[in-house]
DNA sequence: CATGAATGAGTCTTCATTCAT
DNA sequence: CATGAATGAAGACTCATTCAT
């Protein structure tokens, strides 16, 4: 027999704790923020909570798929009609120049580097989050390839390693941002550790 | 009343508990570890934690206030035989790209990047962080400026943004390592930064 | 109004409940079993649980009053064909040593005695587990008296303390085959325990 | 350093709240006593609690292998001055028939039957509770056997198979004594049972 | 009647902090 | 000053029961 709520029902539902759940996280953060704090920002009661969620500790993962997942696609789609290896690399760097550096999403990173740093202490974690940096590795290596393939790029470069550059450098200017609020010029950054790299790169 | 005891017995007695601390906020981190497991690694009993610090924040706080002084101080002797600016920047990337990498080391990162977390979020702690910031900021601003003076380096170059660029590498970098391990090539990966870095500056 | 759906179809279904509460119930306690292991047992809803019983407790009563009107009912109709008190004491003593002690048995006994702890805290359930046990107690008292009539037992033996330590015996082994298992030797002791109260009752 | 209280006063508050557990697991139930109910009783705080026990499972299996190793104890003591089995065994069937019957005493063997029942569903306890079964078990066969080796006793008797039946006696009693409370005469009925299993014994 | 999502009081357990000794 | 037992507020999670659909 049909259940008594539609599908679309009950996964706007647990949208809604999701989204509510990346509130209290950002502010709050992990541990800090409970699942009355969730509920409440929800306006749902803590029963429904474990109807979608088994614990926490799940709401929390899979928030953190997800968002990994969301951003990976619009990457990937947003590349796809540049023709050059350093028109794609430079669009990389124009997507993460150009992200709405609202409160919101500076939440969202937020979450996404606490979230590297409770893995960091728990083996289960540690390899879901080598599986979701992996992806966004290998994404840039192959462009990077691409590029030496077609002589865009120096051939004597290692291309996993200005890979690990780049992302180190967003994690790191997020991370500082977190802390600068208003007063970061993030886009300059963006667009001076661009040209840095594309300098790098090219013979 | 004349104190019971020496001065220095009760210095000793607070570097064993901020050892201690860090240890298991390394391990822990700062919601996970507790009152507890500080007082037990330290072989003292809770009291006497009571009588050196008045709570769990503020042993937290003399901790990273302590551990980015000391390091910053290193970093300064290490510089000061150096003559040329470029000489000065390849040796901050020395120094950085031949950190001991072992596990006590990797904790105190980890401890420095969960605090910038966690500072991001609570307003006092937030000018505090900047100004910590600003010190390592303004210590690679005065080498690069002084670089472009000396016509080392292109004058066209803004010099806090490659600072900053610096730093989030640095902390991005650790902040990677902390979940690749053993397998991160972080002394390799810091050299090529530095090489990036220097191409960038340089005419 | 007419119902709707027809009395048979309402007493099936009230019996698949009584079904699965027995089954949860003897599995894992009155107290650990939940409501949602009894209706999915069943394969119903929460909803219809609730249209057929008005709680958890009154479900775990009703199977009680049930379970021990069945048995006793099948001893009664057991007996009938004996002639002397003392055939018919052999074949009471037959019937439990014969018992199969599959798993589904042994977990009736587990509930009914579970039932017992239960009631002996709540002093409506009280009388209820009273008149429960006075018909088995009543029943072997009948017998034994018969036999004492017609001189098969000695006069001096009080027939009801006589009922009373064999159904302490039934209780007594069953509690010990919960925990012993597979190697009690529940038949073997329930006919030793049967040859001992022969032995006391004859002159 | 001497910790600051004794550890008279430690083992007392203990002890204390041993007893509470006692009480409350008797009159409520494992399942449905809280950790409330006992801290309460005792008159010490939750917190208090959890320095001396680590959960509720935990103080409820002391309670149970403290009472019933001192039950035991005091078994084996009472015996020690007699010479025959015969007399051995009558004395044993006298402590038990002479036990008081007063409510603490019942609520006791509630505990025990209804653990009986609990670690009949749990792997961990059943090994636990076969051991000690087994201490009371090989008590009274020592006794037997000693008995048919002195020809007070037929050595056509199975000795585990009556002292299996003596505990189930025992147990079974008090699990009706649980319901009849005071009008059952468990003294007499203890008597009744004793002859019942010396003359069964004696050739 | 059936469904199963929603409710929220109730439970165990943790832990920063206090304070009598 | 040192000790560590005591405190109790807070948090994650459960589950019998209700009720809108």
Chains 1, 2, 3, 4 share one sequence.
């Not at 077609?150 to 977190?178: N, P, R």
């Amino acid at each position: 027999m049909a259940p008594k709520v539609s599908e679309e029902y009950k996964e706007k539902k647990r949208q809604d704790l999701l989204k509510s759940a990346m509130a209290c996280f950002a502010e709050k953060g992990y541990q800090t923020a409970t699942i009355d704090d969730i509920v409440t920002h929800s306006g749902m009661s803590k029963g429904a909570f474990y109807n979608y969620f088994s614990s926490k500790e799940e709401i929390y993962l899979t928030l953190l798929k997800q968002s990994v997942y969301l951003s990976f696609q619009k990457l990937r789609e947003a590349i796809q009609s540049k023709e050059t290896a350093k028109e794609k690399l430079k669009h990389v760097f124009d997507i993460y120049s150009n992200l709405d550096f609202t409160k919101k999403s500076i939440q969202n990173h937020r979450v996404q580097i606490e979230f590297w740093i409770i893995a960091s202490r728990n083996d289960n974690l540690i390899d879901h989050m080598k599986t979701h940096a992996k992806v966004f590795h290998d994404f840039l290596i192959e462009i990077i390839e691409e590029g030496q393939k077609k002589s865009e790029f120096s051939k004597d470069i290692k291309s996993a390693d200005v890979s690990e550059i780049f992302w180190a450098i967003t994690d790191g200017l997020f991370l500082h941002m977190l802390v600068e609020k208003d007063e970061f010029p993030m886009k300059r950054l963006y667009q001076t550790a661009g040209k840095m790299i594309l300098k790098y790169l090219e013979k």
